[in-house]
Every structure is written in structure tokens, then in C-alpha cells.
T-cell receptor
Framework: GAVVSQHPSRVICKSGTSVKIECRSLDFQATTMFWYRQFPKQSLMLMATSNEGSKATYEQGVEKDKFLINHASLTLSTLTVTSAHPEDSSFYIC?????????????FGPGTRLTVT | QQQVKQSPQSLIVQKGGISIINCAYENTAFDYFPWYQQFPGKGPALLIAIRPDVSEKKEGRFTISFNKSAKQFSLHIMDSQPGDSATYFCAGYSGGGADGLTFGKGTHLIIQP
């Protein structure tokens, strides 16, 4: 199956700093990627839909100015957590769908563990 | 996002037994229902998925049963093994749209040896 990678796998940053997380589709083109957030022992919650060449669509309650998403190419989407605070500490996971096939399968990255101190 | 309700929250099954997890959805636009398996610290991995035009799909020890009229679907794990111990999430998705997956709250499954 298709592979989605994320970098970094884990990051620790100080309160008030910004952190960038990369999501790459390695062997397919992804016009749309999705960003999810998962708190400990909870489910995945969709944060935003990232569209190549256009603005991201954010879910209700997600601050677009805090979570900046850039989908500059067909294989790369980035999520930047700006002015991070301890409550932003979470597991961030991206997914992508290969719209070049008829499959509805979404491929998930391995996740990025963000800890804000 | 409309909800996908998942039960039970946790489940303990003896090795060799059948594990059953149930989900119910609200959004009739959903046309793809995947199940994901997640181990601690890892991203979710697709286990099996079904489209609403079939009532059952089986892949190895894993079976999805789907009831379109009741808007319910379930995962059956036959001959459950300790390696199946993980968190399982059901989800709903509208493939024709641009939205992401709507996940259930998850089931923490423990298979006792």
C-alpha cells in the first residue's frame, strides 16, 4: 500500500515557540491531506483538510491562526503550531488519500508527538 | 462532524474467543466504513473496510457486518490472539466529498492468554 511519512516523530518545545510538522506522501500524489489530533486515550479528531494550492479548511473550534497549514506540493503538507502552549501537547497525525485510484482508503502517517513545556 | 458511536469502550476476551465491537452512524452520506487498529504511540492502520452495498466482508480472522437500514456496523475478530490487543476505531467517510474521516471513540481490546 501507499506510504505516508511524518517528520519529526516527536518534538519537545518551549511555551511560546513555533513547531513545524511535515507530512509526505512517498509514492503517490495527494491533492488532499488531512490533519488529526489525538489526546491520550482519546479518539482522532479532524483538525483541518489541506488542499494543494489552496487554503486549508478548518473544523469548527480549530484556530486557523494557531495551526497554520501549507500544502505547497502534491506530496507535502506542513502543519505549524504557532506560539505553542502546554495545552497544545498532543499526538498529531496526518493522512492522505490517493485520488488517482478509485479506492477510498486513507493512508495514515506514523504521527508526531508534540510536548510543550 | 456527525457522530459515529462506538461500543464497548473496553473489552477483555480470552485467547481463541471472538471479539465484537459495534458502531452506529448518523450521516447517511457516509459510503465507506473502515476499521483501524492502533498500537500505543503509532498511527492507525487500516484493518478492513466496507462499502454499504454489501452486508458482510471477511478478510482472514476479521469480519465486518453492515446493516444499512439500522445504520450500524460491527467488527468481529475470530480466534482472538494476544497480538490483537490494541485500540480499535471505527469510522465513517463520504468518499465523494472532501471531508476527513469521522471516528468513533475507540475500543481498548485486551486478549488474555
Amino acid at each position: 500500500g501507499a506510504v505516508v511519512s511524518q517528520h519529526p516523530s516527536r518534538v519537545i518545545c518551549k511555551s511560546g515557540t513555533s513547531v513545524k510538522i511535515e507530512c509526505r506522501s512517498l509514492d503517490f500524489q495527494a491533492t488532499t491531506m488531512f490533519w488529526y489530533r489525538q489526546f491520550p486515550k482519546q479518539s482522532l479528531m479532524l483538525m483541518a483538510t489541506s488542499n494543494e494550492g489552496s487554503k486549508a479548511t478548518y473544523e469548527q473550534g480549530v484556530e486557523k491562526d494557531k495551526f497554520l497549514i501549507n500544502h505547497a506540493s502534491l506530496t507535502l503538507s506542513t502543519l505549524t503550531v504557532t506560539s505553542a502552549h502546554p495545552e497544545d501537547s498532543s499526538f498529531y497525525i496526518c493522512s492522505a488519500r490517493d485520488y488517482g485510484t478509485s479506492s477510498y482508503e486513507q493512508y495514515f502517517g506514523p504521527g508526531t508527538r508534540l510536548t510543550v513545556t | 462532524q456527525q457522530q459515529v458511536k462506538q461500543s464497548p469502550q473496553s473489552l477483555i476476551v480470552q485467547k481463541g474467543g471472538i471479539s465484537i465491537i459495534n458502531c452506529a452512524y448518523e450521516n447517511t452520506a457516509f459510503d465507506y466504513f473502515p476499521w483501524y487498529q492502533q498500537f500505543p504511540g503509532k498511527g492507525p492502520a487500516l484493518l478492513i473496510a466496507i462499502r454499504p452495498d454489501v452486508s458482510e466482508k471477511k478478510e482472514g480472522r476479521f469480519t465486518i457486518s453492515f446493516n444499512k437500514s439500522a445504520k450500524q456496523f460491527s467488527l468481529h475478530i475470530m480466534d482472538s490472539q494476544p497480538g490483537d490487543s490494541a485500540t480499535y476505531f471505527c469510522a465513517g467517510y463520504s468518499g465523494g466529498g472532501a471531508d476527513g474521516l469521522t471516528f468513533g471513540k475507540g475500543t481498548h481490546l485486551i486478549i488474555q492468554p
